[in-house]
């Protein structure tokens, strides 16, 4: 007999617990929200080359997302959303674990890294592995945060997969962001020759 209580049951194992988890939830649509917050319409690795003062804060790693996380995080504990804080995360415990999961998914967006895209497979194939031996809970948060990571990912370019009308728009969006990084010398190839 195909219950509700087994099919809730059935789908937390099969999202490793996302969908019976409300601060994951939050979590992920906070990080979309928040993942490109300041961000200055230019790769990370032009922050760098430039010396811009973020790239010295964040130590050249994943500079936009980490200056991203910090705006929004700093808004976020700002005393007007208090109570949006108390209703998502009552506790310091879970107060951090929010913190945990946003600052995660958000860098997990940051896909020109190489080290950071080497070190996201190696968790991959460790989560996955039939052979890696740990605890099933950490096994089950291990696959949980991969999940997590390439949820965003995929967020972050499903614009190339959808209706032409929105492909065209956020790729016109693109299009344009690069051109005008382009017009005041922070692009050194004019993207109207490529695109």
């Avoid at 969006?173 to 004019?190: Q, T």
Wanted: hydrophobic fraction near 35%; glycine fraction near 4%; charged fraction near 25%.
């Amino acid at each position: 007999e195909i219950t509700s209580t087994n099919c809730r049951s059935t789908l937390h194992d099969h999202t490793y617990g996302i969908t019976s988890d409300p601060l994951t939830q939050f979590a992920c649509i906070l990080a979309a929200l928040i993942h490109d917050v300041d961000h200055q319409g230019v790769p990370n690795t032009r922050l760098v080359e430039e010396e811009d003062n973020l790239s010295f804060k964040y130590k050249g790693r994943s500079v936009a997302e980490q200056n991203s996380v910090d705006v929004a995080w700093a808004l976020f504990l700002e005393p007007q959303f208090g109570e949006l804080r108390g209703a998502v995360c009552p506790t310091d415990k879970e107060l951090n674990r929010l913190r945990q999961l946003v600052v995660n998914t958000v860098l997990a967006t940051d896909i020109m890294d190489k080290d950071l895209k080497k070190l996201r497979n190696q968790r991959w194939e460790k989560a996955f592995s039939s052979d890696y031996n740990e605890t099933n809970q950490d096994k089950i948060n291990r696959k949980a945060t991969i999940v997590l990571e390439h949820l965003i990912q995929a967020s972050d370019v499903c614009h190339t997969m959808q209706h032409w009308h929105v492909y065209r728009k956020w790729n016109e969006r693109l299009s344009e962001e690069m051109y005008h990084a382009y017009k005041i010398g922070r692009a050194d190839a004019d993207p109207s020759t490529f695109w």
